[in-house]
């Protein structure tokens, strides 16, 4: 089969196209031939070396949506044929097939295109985590989405919203400002504009702060997160790309919790309720993943700068063309 490999960590060419050998399904896994690919900014975390140790070669990639092509004999849940997305695999989605457990695949509505399938899993599962399992959120509570014009701020706008919460949402560019209101957000605020956090919290909370605030650059933010969130508020940081100096006082005085959160680190039991509330969700039309840019299986590497550029919009997906 056709796939990406990386033989070598470092910079986004280091991914190649190669011709490697087809996954052998076994008792308890699921063949999937893959329709599209998430890109997710973890990916070039792992391709440049940054992100723990990993055995070489590899074929990146968590996330893909497509049709099952075999599953193995211990397999009750699914049968070729079946549409489905991936939350994980045994291997690589930067390929023409992916092998999964069956708890790592889950079923695709029909209302639901695969290339929006690929941009499912890391960011509609961890703006799910970070609101209902890490904040506790409930309907009414204000919502600071800093970061909101991503992949994982995008879902976390269309779920924030289905759910009742009151949404503000950052970007860097108008694109991105308007997709954040287009995806459900109250007010929106620019976050490259000097001031913008004083004139958000005056404006959407009336000066009274943000009861839940879901973090994207806490290395820039955290220190004025503290400034703009509410007594007994709750910050969870979903992404940090260094280290950060705050005054522990400001969370002190306000009660305010910060919360670390990985996907990865969600349970069996919060996993199953993800997935299953998202399955109700995208089946219902509430949640709609918008993936704006697609690129060629043979473009990866461009696809891995682009996600670490800023002037985010929505996911970015991989279409392989099988011919
Ligand atoms: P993405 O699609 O690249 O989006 C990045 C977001 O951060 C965009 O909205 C971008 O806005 C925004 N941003 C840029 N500068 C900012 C600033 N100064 N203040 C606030 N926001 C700013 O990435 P993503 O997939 O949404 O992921 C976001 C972060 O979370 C990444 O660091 C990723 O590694 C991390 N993450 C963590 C987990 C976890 O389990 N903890 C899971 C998924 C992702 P503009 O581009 O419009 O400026």
New binding site residues.
Partial sequence: MKAICVRETGAPDVMRLEELDKPVVSVESVLIKVSAAGV???DT?IRSGNYGSISLPYTPGMDAAGVVEEVGSGVTQFKPGDRVYTAGGQTGSYAEYMLCQQTQVHCLPENITFRQGAGVH??YA?AYHALFHKAGASPGERVLI????????TAATQIAKAFGLEVTG????EK?LELVQEQGARYTYD??EDGYLDKAVEEATGGNGFDIILE??AN??LDRDLDVVAKNGRIVV????GPVEIDPRKAMGKNAAIIG????NASEKETKSIHAALGAGLTNGTLNPFTDRAFPLDAAAQAHEA?ME???FG?IVLIPDWG
Wanted: aromatic share 2%; hydrophobic share 35%; charged share 5%.
């Fill in positions: 997710n900014p973890v975390y890391v960011p961890t800093h970061g909101a014009s991503g992949g994982v701020g950052t970007a860097g560019t991105g976050h490259t994207m650059l820039v933010n979903i992404g940090s790309r959160m990985t996907i990865m996600i800023p002037g985010s996911q």
